[in-house]
């Protein structure tokens, strides 16, 4: 397959404003990940181009980006999934909402901030028992969707409530505090609870579903964010 | 370990709990209301039928239609102007221009919905043919 790859590409040193560079490649395969055009381009045309990438399979998160319109991963999407019949144009552009460093690499520590937010970890001031503290099988699955997020920002960088406001604490930060507010061995749920229900947190939601269109791991993130409205409705003032 | 608070987030109004329930519930029985209103306005009837004499006579003299309607013009008010005032803070995040617009919003819709209560249910009226 015959592949034009456009890719927006900024380097602070030395562009003022951000630009569409376009590389023609031979030989691509249907199954060939846009990762590896990626590499390709960097490996073999222009060693300049800046991007994150970590594990290439799915699992680390690092190369979230916006392909042809929409949040993926770039190591977990193959180039027939975007392009039928011979050839065709694929084009690669940095997740919007966040600043960009170079190319395709932006600025997480604002996501990470709004992550913190909601202090993801667990909590129990109550004497560790024995072995462990114990849970049934369905008080397990009550959060395991949540469980599943690798942090790739590309919920919340697909969201237009977050382009809209970067203060909003986003869909990423809310599976996380789900995670922890549906375990029953943790004690703080009330409290993130409290933080979510701020102005910043999930009202500013208006259902879109494009963080559960976005996300990698298939998370029902729209449907966990609606958890947390409601249970934020069943708190006693 | 303590219970976590953040800096981020501090406002933990409940209002925004009670504007979200607001929306939902005005949204599910805005649905039958505008679907039975436009049947009966676009599909039982028509601009060649709907004139003074009909609304008088078979809808303002039933005190049933009128709460329907009256019913109709609060959910819609109401979840209209929550919706606009939810993409406005959106969009708008200087907190006293907020407020401004927020006001003047208020202020027409409470006049828009009291004087629809007023037409449709309390004023005193007598029609002239």
């Known amino acids: ?237 | 370990m303590t219970a976590p608070t953040s800096s981020l987030l501090h406002d933990r109004g409940r209002f925004e709990a009670y504007a979200w329930r607001l929306m939902r519930l005005s949204g599910i029985l805005i649905i039958p209301l505008v679907f039975v209103h436009l049947a009966i306005m676009h599909l039982f009837n028509s601009v060649y039928t709907i004139d003074y004499q009909w609304v008088v006579e078979k809808r303002w003299a039933l005190l049933g239609w009128r709460i329907y309607d009256a019913f109709l013009l609060w959910f819609a008010g109401l979840h209209g102007f929550n919706g606009l005032r939810n993409v406005l803070k959106d969009y708008v995040h200087h907190k006293l221009v907020y407020r401004g617009i927020v006001i003047a919003m208020l202020t027409v819709m409470m006049a828009v919905l009291g004087l629809g209560t007023i037409a449709l249910i309390g004023a005193p009226f007598s029609p002239v043919f």
């Not at chain 1, 694929?90 to 996501?111: A, H, R, S, T, W």
């Not at chain 1, 969201?159 to 599976?175: E, K, L, N």
Request: glycine residues 6%.
């Open chain 1, 1 to 237: 397959m015959d592949i034009r790859l456009r890719i927006r590409r900024f380097n602070p040193e030395v562009d003022q404003e951000s630009y569409w560079a376009e590389y023609d490649l031979k030989d691509v395969q249907p199954v060939d990940r846009v990762l590896d055009l990626l590499e390709h381009v960097k490996g073999h045309i222009d060693g300049t181009l800046g991007l994150r990438r970590s594990c290439g399979h799915g699992i680390c998160g690092s190369d979230a980006m916006r392909i042809n319109g929409q949040n993926m991963l770039a190591c977990k999407v193959l180039v027939r999934n975007l392009v039928q019949g011979d050839k065709g144009t694929i084009q690669v552009e940095p997740m919007l909402g966040l600043p960009v460093i170079k190319d395709l690499i932006v600025d997480m520590e604002p996501f990470f901030e709004h992550y913190r937010a909601v202090v993801p970890y667990f909590i129990n001031d109550d004497p560790a028992p024995e072995r462990e503290r114990l849970q049934r099988p369905a008080e397990r699955e009550r959060f395991d969707e949540g469980t599943k997020c690798i942090l790739c920002a590309a919920c919340t960088t697909s969201c237009p409530s977050f382009w809209a406001d970067r203060t909003y604490i986003g869909p990423a930060a809310i599976v996380q505090a789900h995670r922890f507010i549906f375990d029953g061995r943790d004690t703080a749920g009330d409290s993130r609870l409290a933080i979510l229900a701020s102005e910043k947190g999930v009202w500013r939601c208006r259902t879109i579903f494009n963080c559960t269109m976005a996300c990698p791991r298939e998370i029902p993130v729209t449907q966990l964010i609606a958890e947390v409205k409601k249970a934020i409705g069943k708190q006693k003032p």
